[in-house]
């Protein structure tokens, strides 16, 4: 009997994923970003002046994703490039005060798309679930012979309760 991908919590994640990421870009649409960028400017709001190797890192993606994303948010006039003094040879992105503004906006957002996410979950099951996403994010980066985030911890939950509808 073939496998039953429809039926499998991994499909169903992929699917969860795919519509949160469509949610989230027409949100984001109505600040003038794209689904991604939001990202960038959070890592920037955390630790700005990062070059483009530290924020592929942070953000688990390649370098040169970042670089389009770093252009095109400076082409909005959200971010911008300078030349570390100390290399030459290093970038460092650093928001603007446009791009500062729209941090909390895009804060807003979110709080926004976690509320239309949990429609219908009690606390306890946002909580369960949680903690089960972290731990299929911590098999897969394991399998694919990734560490875990060791600053992403299990219990986010102080942070998250702001979100709870």
């Known amino acids: 009997?073939?496998?039953?991908y429809a039926k499998s919590a991994t499909h169903r994640l992929a699917q969860a994923a795919k519509a949160q990421r469509t949610?989230?870009?027409?949100h984001l649409s109505a600040l003038g970003l794209h689904p991604?960028?939001?990202v960038v400017l959070k890592a920037l709001a955390d630790k700005d002046g990062q070059t483009m190797s530290e924020l592929a890192n942070e953000l688990g993606v390649q370098p040169p994703t970042v670089t389009k994303m770093v252009t095109r948010l400076a082409a909005y006039g959200f971010v911008v490039r300078q030349t570390s003094p100390a290399d030459g040879r290093l970038a460092r992105v650093f928001l603007t005060e446009p791009g500062r503004a729209l941090i909390a906006d895009v804060d807003r957002m979110w709080k926004r798309l976690e509320k239309e996410a949990m429609v219908g979950l009690d606390d306890k099951?946002?909580?369960r679930l949680r903690k089960y996403l972290r731990r299929i994010e911590k098999n897969l980066l394991a399998a694919n012979g990734h560490p875990a985030?060791?600053?992403a911890e299990?219990?986010?939950d102080a942070e998250l309760e702001?979100?709870?509808?």
């Open 1 to 4: 009997m073939p496998f039953q």
């Open 23 to 26: 949610r989230a870009g027409v």
């Open 36 to 38: 991604g960028q939001e």
């Open 125 to 127: 099951d946002r909580k």
């Open 149 to 151: 985030d060791p600053s």
């Open 154 to 156: 299990d219990d986010e």
């Open 162 to 165: 702001d979100a709870s509808v």
